[in-house]
């Protein structure tokens, strides 16, 4: 009699515990949609304005004859190539911006001495602007693959680069004096201070650069490319394909919030110890 009332006990547990994992859940899908009232109020209103007139729908066709042609845009796969395109070159001037960035970045941060030397030569080329130097980027390059993926590098690198370094100096002086009186060897101190301690500011650092990417990269095609997001963009305007036009927009709207998000989801996992405490104060 006593183990069958234990056992009822034991059932009911994890119901409970999958029971109020369900409402955690429910409750942060509720809280994410609160900003879904605003697009959809702007969207109501991208229809309604063509829709009666305001606006000529040459040149703003309502949002529903946008998603229509976005639709058709995908179904027929014309849209996936300069998709790719895009993606491609973005991913790879990225990955080299990681590269460089973050080791660059540690050293730096951690060596006075190194940055002494490097900082005025970096400082100069972080406040170049990305797009002045475009033409000298095809000029050297060609108007091929590389060019893009180099622009895309020089862009995303700084955000990197310069969160890396204020990752470094903002390390807790106690902790490196702890570990220090405690005889850690330098590469122990790196990998179980520094690293952990740096991490949500890269990782803030790899959110801002990504975005650079997507924006670098749309305007290098729209300067010398025959394939990607921003070479169908332009190339819709100039031959007064509207809607097509609005839909190449549209497609790189819904690709930064993916490209967002994605990135907010691995700063979370790989900020898991913080909690919430980046949310407002003021909730």
Same mark, same amino acid.
């Given at each position: /009699? ?31 949609? !609160? ?18 007139? %305001? ?12 998603? =229509? ?12 190539? !300069? ?16 590269? %460089? ?50 622009? +895309? ?5 700084? !955000? ?7 990752? %470094? ?33 890269? +990782? ?11 924006? +670098? ?9 025959? =394939? ?16 097509? /036009? ?11 919030? %993916? ?25």
């Amino acid at each position: /009699m006593a183990g069958e009332i234990l056992g009822t006990g034991e059932e009911i547990k994890p119901r409970v515990i999958e029971i109020d994992g369900l409402i955690r859940n429910l409750k942060k899908i509720k809280e994410n949609l !609160h900003g879904l009232w605003l697009v959809l109020i702007f969207f109501a209103i991208w229809e309604a304005l063509p829709g009666i007139g %305001v606006i000529d729908p040459l040149f703003l066709p309502t949002f529903s004859d946008t998603i =229509s042609t976005l639709f058709q845009l995908f179904i027929s796969g014309k849209l996936l190539v !300069h998709i790719g395109a895009s993606l491609q070159r973005s991913l790879l001037g990225f990955a080299l911006a990681v590269i %460089v960035g973050i080791p660059l970045g540690f050293l730096m941060g951690w060596y006075n001495r190194f940055e002494r030397y490097t900082d005025l030569f970096i400082q100069s080329l972080r406040n170049t602007s990305t797009f002045a130097l475009l033409p000298i980027f095809l000029l050297f390059l060609g108007l091929g693959e590389a060019s893009k993926i180099a622009i +895309v590098f020089y862009g995303a690198t700084w !955000h990197i680069l310069i969160n890396t370094i204020s990752g %470094v100096k903002n390390v807790d002086p106690i902790y490196i004096k702890a570990a220090k009186s405690m005889g850690v060897s330098d590469k122990d101190l790196f990998r179980k201070i520094i690293l952990p301690a740096c991490t949500p500011s890269i +990782v803030s650092g790899a959110r801002l650069a990504a975005k650079t990417a997507i924006l +670098v990269v749309i305007a290098a095609e729209m300067i010398g490319a025959k =394939s990607g997001l921003g070479f169908y963009i332009q190339n819709a305007q100039f031959n007064f394909m509207i809607p097509e /036009m609005y839909a190449g927009i549209l497609t790189l709207v819904i690709l930064g919030l %993916v490209v967002n998000y994605l990135l907010v989801w691995f700063e979370k996992k790989a900020t898991y110890w913080k909690g919430d405490i980046d949310k407002a104060i003021l909730g």
